[in-house]
């Protein structure tokens, strides 16, 4: 493996562990709003501000214009998040954090073995092998496995 590899990995495994560790956060917020629909909503400004504080510390702003070239789907990004935030702060305290994880791990391979062999999106068109399939099959069993 590439030392780029190795980095990208690492950096998509500490964003697992801050999903992981979003969940019951967003969820005892939730006992203290009320409801996890405003936690998650506050979780999602609070996110806000820190991006936005970041991006204009880096200088990179985007203008109007460039942002508007975007095709309309490539704005649904963060509906996409907010569904994620808000159905992991209401399901976690349901099905515990472990089982909600390894739900939302099948869901995201689910649909990335769909978005691989569609090329939807922009992404590079990847074969969906035999191996691959597997992989979000033995998820799929960990799903059923870690309820048991």
Known sequence: ??????????????????????????????????????????SFLVGFVALAALTGLSGRVPSFEQAATAPWWAWAGGLLGAAYVWAAAWSVGTLGV???IAGLIFGQ???????????????????????????????????VLSRV
Not at 7 to 18: D, E, M, S, W
């Open 109 to 143: 391979l689910a649909a990335a073995l769909v978005v691989d062999a569609t090329g939807a999106f922009g992404v590079e068109v990847r074969e969906v092998s035999w191996t691959r399939i597997m992989a979000v099959v033995l998820v799929g069993a960990g799903l």
């Open 1 to 42: 493996m590439t030392l780029n590899v190795l980095v990208a990995l690492g950096v998509i495994a500490l964003g697992g562990a801050c999903a992981a560790l979003q969940a019951p956060i967003n969820a005892r917020l939730g006992t203290y709003v009320g409801d996890t629909l405003p936690a998650a909503a506050i």
């Open 98 to 100: 472990v089982t909600m």
